[in-house]
């Protein structure tokens, strides 16, 4: 018995395109030359999948996205650049995922298992990292780093060049121009650091140990007073007091020693 295409007739696949046989395209998508799809994902109706662009395993695409287009960058001259992206993502309508520029990595990159929800940009240059929850009309602006495990919020602008650090929340039309710190929960315009993201933590097998460690760093920034000097040197002690957080704290200043922008305080 002859092979089912699963890829619908009014498609347009490039014939330069390589794309796994179990690739599933929808009506009236658009996939480029320089595009490489590997199997078991789904690109829904009317999407465009053009320059090069490399998707994963398993992910499942909404109708009407577009994904590997020029970055939105007037110093961009048709340098060659790339969009990477993982596995089992879900990414649904009318996101909009640019490739990277010469003055930055040239790569915009996307992990594993991220939630990307309608409406959403990533810009050029942008690293989007694994278990990442981006709510609609999250807009990442050019070289903006969001770590594992991140939320944003609907309608939340993210600054260029921003970190966001691992396990961090932003919450509803958050405006993010400074970077966020591990763990931290902020909102508001201007951003303003709420608490800690314990619920998120607990659900993601945080023991107490850990969360307790977390929670005396956040009251360290920011509910003593310190300088942003003085609370590193604090945190620099949990390690000692706090052995069984140890990968936490070093996280954090990493994170701390790292910034470029600020962190939110």
Known sequence: MAAVSLIH????VD???QLDSSVAVGPYAVIGPKVRIAANTTVGAHCVIEGDTTI??????????????????????GEPTRLEIGDRNTVREFCTFNTGTSQDRGVTSIGSDNWIMAYVHIAHDCIVGNNTILANNATLAGHVHVDDWV???????VHQF?????HAMAGFASHVSQDVPPFMMVDGNPLSVRGFNA?????RGFTPERLAAVKQMHKLLY?????????TQVIEGLKADMPEALQDVEHMLAFLAASTRGIAR
Do not use: M, W
């Open 15 to 17: 014939p330069a395109a």
């Open 151 to 157: 939320i944003l919020g609907g309608l939340t602008g």
């Open 223 to 231: 509910r003593q007073g310190l300088t942003l000097g003085a609370a």
């Open 56 to 77: 994963g395993c398993d992910n499942h695409i909404f109708q009407f996205a577009s994904l590997g287009a020029q970055p939105q960058d007037k110093k961009y001259a």
């Open 9 to 12: 007739p009014t498609a347009v």
């Open 199 to 203: 619920e998120g933590l607990r659900r």
């Open 162 to 166: 921003t970190h966001i650090g691992a």
